[in-house]
């Protein structure tokens, strides 16, 4: 079995569209989190999460 690299998951889809998934989702969970009050409780903020996934290997 291959290995899988972070962001290269066995959807299919090409790397760039997970990477889009990933970050889309990182985005609604903060948002979710302002919503009900507790997003100062995250001790990575948002756009490091995203920036991390963007420099993910392809």
């Known amino acids: 079995m291959k290995a899988q690299t972070a962001g290269s998951g066995r959807t ?3 790397s760039d569209i ?3 998934i990933l970050a889309l989702v990182v985005l609604l ?4 989190a302002v919503c009900v009050g507790r997003a100062p409780e995250h001790s990575i903020s948002p756009q490091a999460r995203i920036s991390e996934i963007l420099e993910l290997p392809r």
């Open 12 to 14: 299919g889809l090409a």
């Open 18 to 20: 997970e990477r889009a």
């Open 29 to 32: 969970k903060s948002c979710l």
